[in-house]
Each structure stands twice: as C-alpha cells, then as structure tokens.
C-alpha cells in the first residue's frame, strides 16, 4: 500500500472511529462540536471522510473528548528505520525520548515534513509550547 493511499485510509478510519464513538456516547453532532469548538457542518464533513487535512489540535481534541487514540500503535523498529534523516539528526542532537521522535514522524503538513533539523527543532518547540499550554 503507497502512502497516499495508506494515509487515506487511516483518515477514513479515524472518521469512522469518530461517529462510532460519538453515537456510543449518545452525543448528537452539535453537541460533540460545541465541545471541541467547530462547527455542526465540519464535525459532518469528518464524519464522512470529507474533511481530510485535520490539524493536529483537532485530532486531538477529538481523540480526548471521545477517549481515542489518534492512530494505531506504531511499531517502533519499522518507523524508526524509516525516520527522515534531518530527524534523525535533529533527534539526536536534542536527544528526545523516542515517542516523541515517533510523534514527530507521523506528523506531516500539507502532505510534506520539515527538511532540515533546524525546522524539526521549530516545529518541536512549537507543539511543546501548545502543549505546556493547554
């Protein structure tokens, strides 16, 4: 399976995953989207498998008020040895534990990653500050 098409397909399941639990819950659409702050329409549209370029915020804020997890478990030895080499580098340098590094190599924006450890450090520092935020 290409990436695209993997990607595709782990959007369309976290789509299901989300109205699945979302009707678990007895929550209605407008309920689920006061909650996580978007509108009825754009809850639909990722219910359905329409809206596929969530921000890392909302997917998860979804996945916490629902109780999911954003994606499968990865398994470390194949993602590791698949991590970009500016990541590499950049992992190293900072000596992050490894699920960050994980973390990190999931993320993708508009379908690319950072090309230089320079901007895997920015965007570290970024996602740490939203988080210590929050």
Do not use: C, H
């Not at 990436?3 to 639990?21: K, M, P, S, Y």
């Not at 689920?32 to 549209?45: C, E, T, V, W």
């Not at 969530?54 to 398994?75: D, I, N, Y």
Request: hydrophobic share 35%; charged share 25%.
């Amino acid at each position: 399976m290409d990436e695209l098409a993997q990607n595709e397909f782990t959007q369309n399941e976290f789509a299901q995953r989300v109205r699945d639990r979302r009707v678990q819950e007895g929550l209605s659409q407008q309920e689920l989207a006061d909650r996580i702050g978007i509108s009825r329409n754009y809850l639909s549209q990722i219910e359905r498998g329409q809206s596929t370029n969530l921000s890392w915020q909302l997917r998860e804020r979804l996945a916490s008020v629902l109780g999911l997890k954003t994606a499968p478990a990865p398994t470390p030895t194949t993602e590791l040895s698949d991590l970009p080499p500016s990541l590499v580098e950049f992992a190293q340098k900072a000596n992050l534990p490894p699920d960050d590094v994980l973390m990190l190599a999931r993320l993708k924006y508009r379908g690319q990653q950072p090309s230089s450890p320079e901007k895997w450090e920015l965007l570290y520092n970024v996602i740490r500050m939203t988080v210590e935020r929050s």
